[in-house]
């Protein structure tokens, strides 16, 4: 019941008697609820950055495409083969760019009903599991964001550690492996999803006749 009590002080800020307070000015102690709030509103701003990246890819995606249909029509295999490639190079990085937007978003709302729910040991462990896999996935292409993603990754996994101690769960059973794969893998359905309504398949477009060539870059555009 202390342990619980703990938790509970921890978890809604403890009540401080004045000397208390003049020592925060110097430490400000910081309770569960709010590395919560702070870490959700982070991933929130990460989400939303990578969706301005995602469309100046689609931008340059689209000049691309037109170019590599300009190729085909002109009968010039080399200049559309180059073009082709670059497009497919850059959907290499809006793919992984889409999966780590969704992962974030799920993590947006499972660490909201975390804070709703005050389960922090029971469900958060998955949610820090994600955000490393995420950091993993994002900071080759765009470090700043990882840097970002790792200083949320040390926020979770301290108040993690936190709510465990108070309650007398270990920290190495608190992580739940299968359930993030799951949120990686619903994750992956949806940026599947989005990538197909974003980026227009490739005109396969055989190098004929101008008038079949137009006709198929047509169809697929």
Known sequence: MSSFKEFEKSWKGKDKTIGDQLKGVFHREKPLRFRLAMAQY???????RLE??????KARDKELFERVVD????????????YANEV???RKVAKNLF??????????LRVES????????AYLGPVVSVVKDVREAIKSVLPEIGIELGEVQEMLQETLMEAGEMIGVGSTSMYSSPEARKILEEAKVVAEQRMKEAFPALPAVPLGTQESSKATAENQA
Do not use: C, F, H, P
Request: charged residues 25%.
């Open 71 to 82: 190729a085909l029509l002109s009968k010039d295999q080399t200049r559309a083969v180059m």
């Open 52 to 57: 301005v990246y995602l469309e100046r890819l």
């Open 114 to 121: 975390i804070r709703e729910i005050g389960e922090v040991a």
């Open 42 to 48: 982070k991933i929130n701003s990460m989400t939303k």
């Open 99 to 108: 999966l780590v937007q969704v992962a974030l978003e799920q993590v947006a």
């Open 88 to 90: 497919a190079e850059l």
